[in-house]
């Protein structure tokens, strides 16, 4: 036991002297949840577009202004020449070209229904739709408006009903990407500074031979592990409350749920993570080994951790691929209690997957140490 | 097993694949006596020691270190044993005082034992003035000898340094092996790797390796006179150009 | 500068690359795994999104109106005629995502006013999901709202036009995406620990006392990895377009050009890292943490950057990758050409210049010490 404790005072003294290091540890993460908590969002807005008007008469302008002002688009300029317009997108000054034809009046007047042609930049297919969306609710408007506003035309007007949604969001109700990014956020870094730092460190070891030195000494393996799982953990566990508490001051995001439970899943989050890494040590002989398979891992685990793409819509391989991953599972359970505050009863299974994950991964990074220095 | 013999190695080998590293050596050390592993790089030397220590396991054979089965005992080894290899093996973001500690915390000794042992060594290596820097600000002839002070932590009976010399200037060499001598008029023994022939004639006892055998056994004088040379070096000289 | 000295450090560095066999193979197979996994698993393309349904008017009319949400693929019923008071349980369990919720007098309102609300209740734990619910159940009231009023002649007639991706389709705009994300990552990662490994080996050393000019060193260290990345990228580039079906519109050379000079802007990156920090360790978190999510969130990969407040949107010009994206995507689905393009070039070229100047800078500071 005192053996341990002596690991984990030097792994301490060795974390604290790398003044670099520290400074990423504490606070790159602080800048990056500051800066990246406001970045996401798929949300539609200041689409650009680019109107050409062929027959310029009241009609024709009255529709205009529907677009002027609207709060989803940005008007930015108008166009002549027709050819022009498909450069506009091409180039991406415009995601969106309204063309109101010529004639549009009169063939309105003489119920000749006029084409408007709305053309747009389908290269982001997300983007492109909603735009297409919000485009023909306003023309739709627009004809609805005419229809009952324009006498000779009335006849229309008793015959259109429609049926419209009043969204409500729960727990989320302004649809902040905060609350939802910054969960995440935080399972992130934990996973980076968890895996690399093991994995790194052990390998550095290795390769300066302290690790060879350490073996010849009466130390058992076990006590080699725990020497560094435990200084990471607490490593981890301090980050992670610092990430919290800054989040508090900065967004002023409280943890709905217990914030007992948190640091509990946490800390099972982090015996899974630093398994990994022990695992990524043994098998590398160098530094540069480690690092690019703890990076692969890492990249893997956040794009299929459903934190960015929603695991639902990927095809059924992967989204068994995906039940391998700790990351999965962890983000599930910060951003329940975080937003939701729900409790342990509701988050049984996935409680469980990361403790099964944590002990074979943690089991199995032992046995492959013992083999190794053995 | 007799009281004064410290390792007693037979018919030990080690094998990775197809390749023979040690190939059934055999030999005794007596205790306190300074026992030199000759050989050129590749000729199995640190192999053999790793063994003799419980780095690595062997494919057969026998051997006892400080009356400890090396198969079977390993841990009663660890205690009995100081290693130093020919890599500086401690931490260099440590300061001087805090690889001591840690190391003495390691072999179990109490945090009393610690700072009486910290301050007998840091004495003893002139390095009082030092013990607040940094490992890695050391000079390498200074850095050698910490290592092999923080080896010797634990009061070990039986010693193993493998090419300590390596990389160190020729005063610092001398410096070094004064110590040794130091550490086995304590009683101890001490085995050494060297590639050095001038070192090799500060051994009381010298076995020469060659493609995983030891080929020649005896004391320096005994050698040198078997072969009619006047250094160790023409010696070993003679016995590579055999081959 | 000698020619000769560049090429001896040249062939040294590609002797590092491929003695590490495992290293090598990393390299080699990462690109690939990753284009072919997350090429299939980054979709935008919603579906089974789960609703329950609370239906107060129980009319032909409500019927008709739930029977539009499960009549497609986006939309899974789960419960109907829930109580309401169930609605936070069944969130939190994540059992659904949506609750529809119809009024009492729908049928009535529906026949006498111009207009009738629905209330749609939408878990927005995840607000990126909670908005592509609330995108696609206006597509589906649309649909309604046109079938009830089925007969009504419009006064006119609306017809869009989809330009470079006609069918909308995820992966055209997902896997050019990802060429710009992998290639980034790897490059500046394989740089980042070129000079800090040979820092913590002492190499270094061996090299600066040597009559080599920084210039020299930093050349022999690039051109290999170069090579190596643009490898890289003409691999998965060859997975986009023959797995992906991803069209490539542009011109190949010129596709080839911008993504050398996003390879070179990748690696001066990681080198500047690399000449100002000490230890492997460092570098490479330094690289990770600067390259990774930024380059996910902020450079326009998933999320418009339109969309963003303004300091990201200035952010996001500092991020090389904002630039090749919209040059690979500019290339292989709109066919732009260097007309158009240009900018984004100088853009990535000032950026690579001013990263490689400091690691020259900070790489002579190492050799003045």
């Keep these: 036991m005192r053996q341990i404790l002596y690991l984990v005072q030097k792994e301490f003294r060795q974390i604290f002297r790398d003044k670099a290091m520290l400074r990423i540890i504490f606070i790159v993460p602080l800048i990056q949840i500051l800066v990246l908590g406001n970045a996401i969002t798929t949300d539609v807005k200041n689409i650009k577009i680019v109107i050409q008007d062929q027959d310029k008469t009241p009609y024709s302008r009255e529709l205009i202004l529907q677009f002027v002002h609207c709060k989803y688009f940005k008007t930015i300029g108008f166009e002549d020449n027709y050819t022009n317009l498909s450069d506009c997108l091409a180039s991406g000054k415009a995601n969106l070209a309204i063309v109101i034809p010529k004639h549009f009046q009169r063939h309105i007047v003489l119920n000749k229904k006029p084409d408007v042609q709305i053309l747009v930049d389908g290269v982001d297919g997300n983007y492109a739709g909603v735009a297409l969306g919000y485009a023909t609710d306003i023309l739709q408007k627009y004809q609805e408006r005419l229809i009952s506003s324009t006498p000779y035309l009335g006849f229309y007007a008793k015959n259109i009903h429609r049926v419209e949604k009043a969204p409500m969001f729960w727990y989320n109700p302004n649809l902040e990407s905060k609350p939802y990014i910054v969960p995440g956020l935080i399972a992130i870094l934990l996973l980076i500074i968890t895996m690399f730092l093991t994995s790194m460190g052990i390998v550095r070891e290795k390769e300066i031979g302290t690790l060879e030195q350490l073996m010849v000494t009466p130390i058992r393996s076990y006590q080699l592990v725990l020497g560094k799982v435990i200084p990471f953990s607490i490593l981890g566990i301090v980050v992670i409350n610092i990430a919290m508490g800054f989040i508090y001051l900065i967004f002023g995001i409280a943890v709905k749920g217990s914030l007992l439970f948190m640091v509990f899943e946490s800390l099972i989050f982090i015996i899974s993570t630093l398994g990994l890494g022990i695992f990524i040590s043994t098998i590398s002989e160098t530094q540069q080994q480690a690092l690019f398979m703890a990076w692969f891992t890492m990249i893997c685990f956040i794009l299929l951790s459903g934190f960015f793409f929603p695991i639902a819509n990927m095809p059924y391989v992967i989204q068994k691929i995906t039940l391998l991953n700790p990351l999965r599972y962890f983000i599930i359970i910060l951003r329940e209690i975080y937003l939701k505050g729900t409790s342990i009863k509701d988050l049984i299974p996935e409680t469980l997957s990361l403790v099964a994950f944590g002990a074979c991964l943690f089991i199995a990074a032992i046995i492959r140490f013992r083999k190794k220095i053995g | ?126 390095l009082e003035n030092m013990q607040n820097s940094l490992t890695k600000t050391l000079p390498m002839g200074w850095k050698q000898r910490l290592a092999l002070s923080t080896a010797l932590l634990h009061d070990p009976p039986v010693i193993f340094l493998d090419e300590p010399t390596g990389g160190v200037d020729p005063v610092s060499r001398r410096n070094f092996w004064r110590i040794i001598y130091k550490i086995a008029n304590l009683g101890k023994t001490i085995f050494v790797t060297t590639h050095y022939m001038d070192e090799a004639e500060y051994c009381k006892r010298l076995s020469i390796m060659h493609k995983g055998k030891i080929i020649e056994i005896g004391t320096p004088a005994d050698l040198k006179s078997k072969y009619n040379k006047s250094s160790i070096q023409d010696v070993f000289v003679e016995l590579a150009d055999r081959d | 500068m000698k020619l000769r000295r560049i090429i001896n450090f040249i062939i ?150 989809i330009f470079f991706n006609p069918d909308l389709k995820s992966a055209n705009f997902f ?162 050409g260097v007309m158009v393009l240009w900018k984004q070039a100088a853009a990535l070229s000032a950026i690579g210049l001013f990263m490689i100047s400091i690691a020259i800078k900070r790489f002579k500071m190492t050799l003045e010490q």
Excluded at chain 3, 40 to 69: G, H, P
């Design chain 3, 175 to 336: 896997v050019p995406g990802l060429v710009a994300f992998i290639l980034l990552l790897i490059s500046a990662l394989l740089t980042s620990i070129a000079i800090t490994r040979e820092k913590e080996t002492g190499t270094l050393e061996q090299i600066l006392v040597s009559p080599v000019y920084p210039v020299e060193i930093v050349i022999g260290k690039v051109l290999p990895y170069i090579s190596l990345g643009f490898f890289n990228g003409t691999i998965i580039v060859l997975f986009a377009k023959f797995l992906f079906k991803v069209p490539i519109n542009g011109s190949i050379i010129l596709m080839s050009a911008f993504a050398l000079l996003y390879i070179f802007v990748a690696m001066s990156f990681g080198l500047m890292i690399s000449a100002s920090v000490q230890t492997q360790r460092t570098a490479m978190f330094t690289v990770i943490m600067s390259t990774v999510l930024p380059t996910i969130m902020l450079s326009g990969f998933i999320f418009p950057i339109v969309s963003m407040p303004l300091p990201l949107r200035i952010i996001s010009k500092l991020i090389p990758a904002t630039y090749f994206l919209i040059i690979i995507r500019g290339i292989m689905l709109k066919g732009t």
């Design chain 3, 12 to 161: 040294k560095e590609y002797t590092h690359i491929f003695r590490d066999r495992v290293s090598l193979i990393i390299i080699i197979l990462m690109p690939m795994i990753m284009i072919i996994l997350y090429g299939y698993a980054i979709t935008f393309d919603m579906k089974n999104i789960t609703f329950a349904a609370i239906d107060d008017s129980k009319t032909l009319q409500s019927r008709e109106l739930i029977r539009s949400f499960t009549g497609n693929k986006f939309f899974v019923p789960k419960f109907m005629d829930i109580k309401r008071s169930e609605i936070d349980q069944l969130f939190k369990e994540r059992k659904i995502q949506m609750v529809i919720v119809i009024p009492k007098d729908f049928s009535e309102s529906l026949a006498t006013s111009r207009t009738t609300k629905v209330q749609l209740l939408v878990d927005a734990s995840d607000s990126n999901v909670a908005t592509f619910i609330n995108n696609y159940s206006n597509r589906v009231m649309q649909i309604y709202n046109e079938k009830i009023n089925i007969g009504t002649p419009g006064i006119i007639n609306i017809e869009p036009r």
């Design chain 2, 1 to 126: 097993m007799e009281n004064d013999i410290a390792v007693k190695v037979s018919k030990l080998s080690r094998h990775f694949g197809s390749f023979v590293a040690v190939d059934e050596i055999s030999f005794e050390v007596k205790k306190g006596e300074i026992f030199g592993f000759l050989g050129a790089n590749g000729a199995g030397k640190t192999t053999a020691i790793k063994m003799l220590c419980g780095l690595l396991k062997p494919t057969s054979g026998e051997a006892y270190v400080a009356g400890f089965n090396i198969k079977t005992e390993s841990s009663n080894i660890k205690k009995h044993t100081g290693y130093m290899s020919q890599k500086f093996s401690l931490y260099e973001d440590l300061k001087v005082k805090e690889n001591i500690e840690f190391y003495g915390g390691i072999y179990g000794l109490s945090r009393k034992e610690i700072l009486n042992k910290t301050k007998l060594l840091l004495s003893e290596l002139h």
